[in-house]
Every structure is written in structure tokens, then in C-alpha cells.
């Protein structure tokens, strides 16, 4: 497989790229290839699902899991500038789906034609079913005005909780628990529903819950939507648009 | 373990919830416990790393692994809006290189007293020892103007492409490569030095490479920038504030 081997005349070398001994430190060597193709199996199988939550609650040691998981993001700064809002009440989850069905019907209008007329039909998020909801915010504030790594790139601390979605996202395929990812919803009004102050961005609202069978493709390509881009059109080799000459 | 156990009488019942049967659908069980754990320790063990960079080459089909994982992310309306430009040159690196530390210095200037005088002395890139660097960009008119489940959240394809760049650092764990997000960047300054256009958005920077020894946990907890945040603290339920009454 893939583990690379150093020259043994390396090896008891710790000097200069290891980190200094003043610092706990740990093994990074590969996983056994089994653990490796499960790392790669989750990440390929991961869906976003809409239509095929089951009813059943998620245990709560598992949903613990996976806010780990999600804990376990790297953010700049080491900010941490998340929230998790676990949501399972009917009442805020049927406001939260009505306020999802009003921003589906503004979407579809500004489709024209077929276009439209498919839009309208998608079911774009499980909010009627998902036992759980998890909103992901920002907090903004959380380290004062000046964050160590956000200066040159503002966003930075927004992209720090959209890793933690994609952390949470990849541990629950492991642990059979769907996650879609609901964006046709207007802010406001899940701020409103859920109390969440102007100072705290949302980022994201998450539909979880136990699912049996998924698409086997992202469902937007098996309906037609949008195809699978070929990836060797999107790798440039050393500068923007120049093609790699070899492998990459 | 967490696999959930489904009343027998619903095991035939594929209605509402399961996939119709006109798309290709999958299986979607919880993994083995062996392989759950091994996703969990890839998001627990994965690091920001900077300094522990060894200088051998990464094999172009582990290269190719984490840029499927990274193209296998989910994206807002299926746009796949990422690109990814693979940066092996010496002399492009050395220039992304003096550009961060320009940008370090800038922003070692905005912090006071001890912080600044700790901050000057972080090493926050490892531009200088990574063997390989991967631009993540984000083309934000892929799919014309009107992109399904942007509308409500213009932000979401870049989020899309921070996906893609959490997938590449996760499966990069388990393959024993280390990534290094490098935020300290202008990035006017790498748009010119990889000629990226200006309708393409920069999303992140990494440096990839072998690593033997990474950090136990977070570099900058280890140097004490900052505290690892506990869990609990972060966690509401039903609403903003509301602490949860059982487990989560």
C-alpha cells in the first residue's frame, strides 16, 4: 500500500522537523489499510440527505460522537467559534420546515422555464422528518477583534465551523446517521424561531437522523440536475489553468 | 455498540422514507465498530501542522486519493465550484513563503505586549518544508447566477469548498500526510504569484506533506494561545442559550 518508507538513517533523526521535546507529541504514521479505505469509504459515501430520515431518535451517546467530532475541527486561531443548537421539539422543527417551504417556493420563482417547473418538485430538505436538527453558528467575538490567523481573511472563522459540519458530516455516515445540509432558509427567521442573537451567524442548519438507504450518487445527479465533473478538469499544476504534465 | 436495531415489522416497508425505486440506492448501515473508529480517529488525530514537515515526496496516487476525497465534498446545488492547483515548484513555494511572512509580521503588529512578542515567534506556515501546496479556489459562476440552495445564503458555495478542503485533511490523516491551513496570506499576493484570476475566489492555502511526529493536540493549546473549549459549554437545546436538561 502507500506507507512510505524513510531511510533508516532518518529515522533517529527528530531534528528540525520534529516538534520539540518541551512538547507532548504523538505517532502519525499511516493507518493499516483497513482503517484507511473506512476514512475513504465515509467520505465517499457521505450523503446529503433529504427524503429518507427514519423517525427513530438518535441514542444520545451517538449525537455526542458526532458534536465531538465536530468539536475536533481545526479553527483558526484555535477560536472555536462555534455553537451547536440541538433542536428536537415539533414546534420549532414545523417552524423551521414552514420557513424552509416559503424560501423553497421564492427559490423556485427565480428558475425559469423546466428549470422551474423541477425545482419546484425537489424536496430539499428533511425537516419534516429528521428527529433531530443541529444549527452550527459563529460566534464571531469569541477571542476579541484580532484573531491570530483571521487578519488577512475575515471568513476564516465562518470556513472554521463549516469544517466542523464537514467533521460531524463524515462521523455520522460512520455511525449510519444521514445529514443534510438545509440552506434554503431565510436567516432571520431561524434566528427568530430559535432566539439566536444578531451578534451569532448562522452557518448552518443540519437535518439528522437514522437513515437506511441512500442515493448511491448525490440525488441532484441521479435526477438530472447537474453531472458529476470530471476531476482531472479541475487540477492545475503550479499555476491557475496550466494542466499537469504527469499524474498529479 | 451504537448500531440501531430496526422493528422487524418495518424492514420490508421502503415507504416513504427510502429512495424511489427508479434511482440506485445503497445500503446505509452503521460501519463495524473497528472501521467507525477508525473515521473518528482520523477527525480526532488529524492537526494543523506547520513544522513537522518532511521533504519527501508524496506518491502522485495518494495525492490522487485526497483529491477525490476532496472532490467526493458535498456542494450547494451540486456546483462542485472547487479547483485545485498543486504547487510543487521551488520558486513559486519560496514566493508564497516571503508573502506569508510579510503577512505574519503585518499581523504580529495588531497584537500587544506579550501576545505580539509570542505571536513574532509562532511559526505559522510551513511553506518553507511542505513538498507540495494545494490552492483550493472557489469559481463562484460555475452554474450562472441562480445556483439551487445559494439564493437564501450567497456564501454557501465557498462553504462548499471548505467541505472539500475538510474531506482532503481528513482522508490526509489517515494516509499520513499532514496539512497545514496557511490563513496568514494577502491574497492579492497569491493571485498574482499563481495568476489566478479575479473571479476566482482563493479559499485556502495547504501545505501537505509526510509527517512522522505530529502535536498530541493542537499546537497552539500545547504553546498556550488559547484553551481547548469544553463541549458542554458550546451545546443548547431547542433555542440560544438553553442548557440541555438530560444528554445531549
Same mark, same amino acid.
Given at each position: 500500500?502507500?506507507?512510505?518508507?524513510?531511510?533508516?538513517?532518518?529515522?533517529?533523526?527528530?531534528?528540525?522537523?520534529?516538534?520539540?521535546?518541551?512538547?507532548?507529541?504523538?505517532?502519525?504514521?499511516?493507518?493499516?489499510?483497513?482503517?484507511?479505505?473506512?476514512?475513504?469509504?465515509?467520505?465517499?459515501?457521505?450523503?446529503?440527505?433529504?427524503?429518507?430520515?427514519?423517525?427513530?431518535?438518535? +441514542?444520545?451517546?451517538?449525537? *455526542?460522537?458526532? /458534536?465531538?467530532?465536530?468539536? &475536533? #475541527? @481545526?479553527? %483558526?486561531?484555535?477560536?472555536?467559534?462555534?455553537?451547536?443548537?440541538?433542536?428536537?421539539?415539533?414546534?420549532?422543527?414545523?417552524?423551521?420546515?414552514?420557513?424552509?417551504?416559503?424560501?423553497?417556493?421564492?427559490?423556485?420563482?427565480?428558475?425559469?422555464?423546466?428549470? +422551474?417547473?423541477?425545482?419546484? *418538485?425537489?424536496? /430539499?430538505?428533511?425537516?419534516? &422528518? #429528521? @428527529?433531530? %436538527?443541529?444549527?452550527?453558528?459563529?460566534?464571531?467575538?469569541?477571542?476579541?477583534?484580532?484573531?491570530?490567523?483571521?487578519?488577512?481573511?475575515?471568513?476564516?472563522?465562518?470556513?472554521?465551523?463549516?469544517?466542523?459540519?464537514?467533521?460531524?458530516?463524515?462521523?455520522?455516515?460512520?455511525?449510519?446517521?444521514?445529514?443534510?445540509?438545509?440552506?434554503?432558509?431565510?436567516?432571520?427567521? %431561524?434566528?427568530?424561531?430559535?432566539?439566536?442573537?444578531?451578534?451569532?451567524?448562522?452557518?448552518?442548519?443540519?437535518?439528522?437522523?437514522?437513515?437506511?438507504?441512500?442515493?448511491?450518487?448525490?440525488?441532484?445527479?441521479?435526477?438530472?440536475?447537474?453531472?458529476?465533473?470530471?476531476?482531472?478538469?479541475?487540477?492545475?499544476?503550479?499555476?491557475?489553468?496550466?494542466?499537469?504534465?504527469?499524474?498529479?
Amino acid at each position: 500500500m502507500s506507507r512510505p518508507s524513510f531511510p533508516s538513517a532518518r529515522a533517529a533523526d527528530r531534528s528540525p522537523s520534529s516538534p520539540p521535546s518541551e512538547f507532548e507529541h504523538v505517532d502519525f504514521a499511516p493507518f493499516a489499510a483497513a482503517e484507511r479505505d473506512a476514512v475513504h469509504r465515509a467520505i465517499a459515501t457521505r450523503r446529503d440527505v433529504r427524503g429518507e430520515f427514519h423517525p427513530d431518535p438518535i +441514542a444520545p451517546d451517538v449525537l *455526542r460522537r458526532l /458534536l465531538e467530532a465536530a468539536h &475536533r #475541527a @481545526p479553527s %483558526v486561531g484555535f477560536m472555536q467559534p462555534w455553537n451547536f443548537v440541538v433542536v428536537r421539539s415539533p414546534d420549532e422543527k414545523a417552524r423551521l420546515h414552514a420557513a424552509h417551504l416559503e424560501a423553497h417556493a421564492v427559490e423556485a420563482s427565480l428558475f425559469e422555464g423546466d428549470r +422551474a417547473t423541477q425545482h419546484r *418538485r425537489l424536496k /430539499l430538505a428533511g425537516l419534516d &422528518r #429528521a @428527529p433531530v %436538527v443541529v444549527v452550527v453558528t459563529c460566534d464571531r467575538d469569541r477571542c476579541g477583534p484580532v484573531v491570530l490567523g483571521r487578519t488577512a481573511d475575515p471568513a476564516t472563522d465562518l470556513y472554521s465551523c463549516v469544517c466542523a459540519v464537514q467533521n460531524l458530516w463524515i462521523a455520522a455516515r460512520a455511525e449510519g446517521i444521514g445529514v443534510g445540509w438545509v440552506s434554503i432558509l431565510d436567516k432571520g427567521r %431561524v434566528r427568530a424561531i430559535l432566539g439566536i442573537p444578531d451578534r451569532i451567524e448562522i452557518v448552518a442548519v443540519l437535518c439528522l437522523g437514522h437513515v437506511r438507504e441512500a442515493f448511491a450518487s448525490p440525488e441532484l445527479e441521479q435526477r438530472g440536475w447537474r453531472r458529476r465533473l470530471p476531476l482531472d478538469e479541475l487540477i492545475f499544476e503550479d499555476g491557475w489553468g496550466r494542466r499537469p504534465s504527469g499524474g498529479v
